[in-house]
């Protein structure tokens, strides 16, 4: 089972819809998956020890864990295109 990330500034609404569509994503390609809510801040506590963090907004910082940014799911453009990138970084 892979685990996601999925983080915004506060950790609530955005990441919430966000999870929503990266759920539906990993149903539609059979992937199983635990997904994790957070603030940006704890992040870090994650990193190394997942297998995909998701951000609502672009991050400078480097990770261990692939880090894909996420806010296409909110904006409605481009979603196909991240969740390409989704299952192409969960199948790898």
Same mark, same amino acid.
């Given at each position: 089972?892979?685990? $996601?990330?999925?983080?915004? !500034? /506060? !950790?609530?609404? =955005?990441?919430? +819809?966000?999870?929503?569509?990266? %759920? ?7 992937i199983r998956g635990?997904? $994790?809510?957070? @603030?940006?801040?704890?992040?870090? !506590? ?10 609502? +907004?672009?991050?400078? *910082? *480097?990770?261990? =864990?692939?880090? $894909? @940014?996420?806010? /296409?799911?909110? @904006? !409605?453009?481009?979603? %196909?295109?991240? /969740?390409?990138?989704?299952?192409? =970084?969960? *199948? /790898?």
């Amino acid at each position: 089972m892979k685990q $996601i990330v999925i983080a915004c !500034g /506060a !950790g609530l609404a =955005t990441s919430s +819809m966000v999870l929503d569509k990266v %759920e539906s994503v990993l149903k539609q390609n059979g992937i199983r998956g635990r997904l $994790i809510q957070c @603030t940006l801040g704890q992040v870090d !506590g994650y990193d190394g020890t997942v297998d995909l963090i998701i951000t609502t +907004m672009k991050v400078r *910082k *480097k990770y261990q =864990t692939p880090c $894909i @940014t996420g806010s /296409a799911f909110l @904006t !409605g453009i481009g979603e %196909e295109e991240v /969740a390409q990138q989704i299952v192409e =970084t969960l *199948k /790898a």
